[in-house]
């Protein structure tokens, strides 16, 4: 029992892999991982921060985990909670004995040698100091389709909503070499798709200066093996043609570019200090249009920044028009601990933000019902992510990062990550629905 574990994990890819990370690496620990926690000696919970019911829930669960606390079990928080609240989890939490934000997991075996001798206050608490990554060779992959690479660590951005270069710690690369060392491994241990990850994905700086970021990703693309590359999250600022440029010759670089706006007003994006201007922003988009593959783009928006006028949200709404974005995830501003924007003037209502948010997802509904509406009757190659056997249905996700459900004529469903051409012969604002064309 004391050598089980059970770990659970909110928030963003990044998170996500981490996790994968973490598990390796108590597995190369001599630890077994169990399903429930209820079977686990130690219990780990991966938090995130970023929007306000976030830790919120984290207390919520570490509350519900209290009533295991009495069977000798241990309770690490990981994650970006673990890195913001730091030993405030020790007073509210008493039966946590670890707590480690993300930028010290490379100390975690230590860290459990000190667990296992019974040590109660065990901290991992960054406070932007490293400059070392972390990666592991034991990485456990629980995704069966799609392996992550994180290539950047942390922000130095500080966009001035954001608390994720606190929770994080400072922005650190990781070589080119060992990043194209792990995608020859996933691509020999069989995956085809490779997620590469970073807060600022595409403000990677190798340290080794041989490559940027627009030439690491092609080299990752044509690692034999590999039919899909996708990057998440690009910052604008650090957004290059050479990027598009590279997405256009190398087939295997995902047609999706996520490029987080947050506002279409460049008096907000003054105020939330992106430095960009809404111009600055649209070029990008423009040399994404101009390209020669049909690059699909999505984004992030905030509404309802201190100071945000109507005339503010008309213009990123205006925005939304001129983009005609594949997707949208629109969040209405929560004030995060020691951001800049905590204590700026004029905050919205909390009403009026969900008033505003309404207003850009209808508007986008609209746009997306259009833009998914042109697939209609084109055959397209899918990636199978799952099934619904209820509807004797394949789920499967396109290059463009759209999900396409659709049926096939063969008896047995086609396996998870393999991948079918799809004649789609219905679309919807969010999704598309089609029949498998041949099998390959
Ligand atoms: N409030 C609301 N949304 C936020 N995001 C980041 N910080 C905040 C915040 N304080 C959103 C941004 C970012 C996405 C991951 O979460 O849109 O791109
Ligand atoms: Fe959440 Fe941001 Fe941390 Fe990801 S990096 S877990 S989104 S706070």
Known sequence: MS?????????????????????????????????????????????????????????????????????????????????QEGEKIFDRAPYVSLVSGSASYRNLPQMLVRLESGEKRITGLDDRQTEETFDTEFTARTNPHRAYITIVEGCDKFCAYCVVPYTRGKERSRGSDSVLAEARRIADSGFTEIQLLGQNVNSYRDPSGRMTFAELLAAVGQVPGIRRVRFTTSHPRDFTREIVQAIDSIPSLCDHVHLPVQSGSTAVLRAMAREYTREWYLERISWMKAAKRDISI??????????????????????????????????????????????????????????????????QREIQRRNYAKHLGTTME??????????????GRSSQNKTVNFTTAQPILPAVASYRSVRITQTFPNSLAGEAVAAE
């Not at 169990?34 to 669960?61: M, P, W």
């Not at 309770?75 to 970006?80: I, K, N, Q, S, T």
């Open 298 to 363: 999505t984004t992030d928006i905030i509404v309802g920044f201190p100071g945000e006028t109507d005339q503010d949200l008309e213009d990123t709404a205006t925005l939304l028009d001129e983009v005609q974005y594949d997707g949208v995830f629109a969040f209405k501003y929560s004030p995060r601990p020691n951001t800049p924007s905590i204590g700026m003037a004029d905050s919205i209502p909390e009403e009026e933000k969900s008033r505003r948010l309404q207003i850009l997802l209808d508007r």
């Open 3 to 83: 050598k089980t574990f059970y770990i659970e994990t909110f928030g963003c890819q990044m998170n996500a892999h981490d996790s994968e990370k973490v598990i390796g690496t108590l597995e190369h620990e001599g630890y077994q991982r169990v399903e429930n926690e209820d079977d686990a000696g130690l219990i780990l919970y991966n938090t995130c921060s970023i929007r306000d019911k976030a830790e919120q829930k984290v207390f919520h669960r570490l509350n519900e985990y209290k009533r295991l606390s009495g069977e000798g079990k241990k309770f690490a928080v990981l994650g970006c909670v673990a890195q």
């Open 382 to 395: 899918v990636m199978v992510e799952g099934h619904n056997s209820a509807r004797a249905q394949v789920i």
